[in-house]
């Protein structure tokens, strides 16, 4: 728990530095608040959608935008890209011609094992759109990696004179502790349960307010299980994931109806189910480049039988 707290430090910490301008191409112009405001002053912040981040800020008085965008594959490995443009405040699209994605692979100490810039020159658009939350699209023409992905306003740039993250989310040292910083009354998963990827054990807990979560790492996969209050959710969807996927439909589980979601028939990438006032849900990823990986109708069962 220690070693993933201080690697997800780290990351953070990248973050931050990028957001203040660095990158392999020289420093970048900061916001100076004067009275002539950017119109994207008003779409500033982080935004998020499953492992992705995206920080946009004003760069000038004018039009100017930063945006950097860091994205874990896992607790060792992230990418990071770079980018600045112009907005137009007509059409909510941000427009850049010089992104640079760089990967980074971490050591047991969270210090950076290597680093690969992976391109630069890059083309593409970021699209805001009004709601509540705000939302961003991401087109990004070398490797259509955000395709079909939406990200959500999830916090604003303090105005103190400091650059850093509004994360929401707390770490705890136990499921019982997040459940207790959620306002929650219990949380529990089916640790040491075995699956077809393994024996579950706990990477990391985390919790904000009214929503906690389990996160579970694999080899080749990523699983994040989470419970939280109605009032948090999405339409009942707790999961933070709003990728299209190709295929929906329903399991009777614990006498459960639980909502699957998946690329592959069968194979459940997110699933959801609610229960009273309390929501669920079970996303699973891979790590290896297996975008459609799913869990089978068996995991699932034995998965939410323990879950509580």
């Known amino acids: 728990m220690k070693r993933m707290t201080k690697l997800l430090a780290v990351m953070m910490a990248m973050m931050m530095v ?20 950017n119109p994207v002053m008003d779409y500033i912040g982080n935004y998020t959608c499953d492992r992705a981040n995206i920080m946009i800020e004003a760069s000038d008085n004018e039009n100017g935008v930063n945006a950097t ?22 059409t909510l699209q941000f427009e850049y011609h010089d992104g640079v994605r760089t990967d980074y692979v971490y050591d047991d100490n969270g210090e950076v094992k290597s680093q690969e810039e992976v391109y630069t020159g890059g083309h593409g658009f970021m699209t805001f759109a009004e709601g509540d939350p705000i939302t961003l699209t991401w087109q990004e023409d070398q490797e259509h990696v955000a395709d079909g992905m939406v990200f959500e306003y999830a916090g604003i740039v303090p105005d103190d004179g400091m650059t850093g993250l509004a994360n929401p989310w707390s770490t705890a ?20 349960a075995e699956i077809s990827l393994g024996d579950v054990k706990l990477t990391e807990a985390r919790y904000m307010e009214g929503l906690a979560e389990a996160v579970v790492e694999f080899p080749a996969v990523e699983m994040t299980i989470r419970k939280g209050n109605a009032s948090v959710a999405q339409d009942g ?6 990728n299209e996927y190709a295929n929906t439909w329903t399991q009777n589980i614990k006498g459960l109806e639980v909502t699957c979601f998946g690329n592959r028939e069968g194979d459940a990438t997110k699933t959801i189910w609610q229960v009273d006032d309390t929501c669920y849900s079970i996303t699973a990823y891979g790590l290896g480049g297996d975008t459609d990986y799913g869990l089978s109708p068996d995991d699932l069962n034995s998965l939410i039988n323990g879950i509580q």
Do not use: H, R
């Open 18 to 37: 990028f957001a203040l301008g660095l990158s392999a191409c020289g420093s970048k112009a900061e916001y100076t608040g004067d009275e002539t405001q």
């Open 69 to 90: 965008v860091t994205w874990g594959s896992s607790a060792w490995e992230n990418s990071v890209w770079t980018m600045t443009g112009t907005f137009d405040a007509e």
């Open 173 to 192: 040292d136990s499921l019982e502790d997040a459940a207790k910083g959620a306002g929650l009354d219990m949380f529990s998963i089916p640790e040491e």
């Open 237 to 242: 969807d707790i999961s933070g994931d709003y």
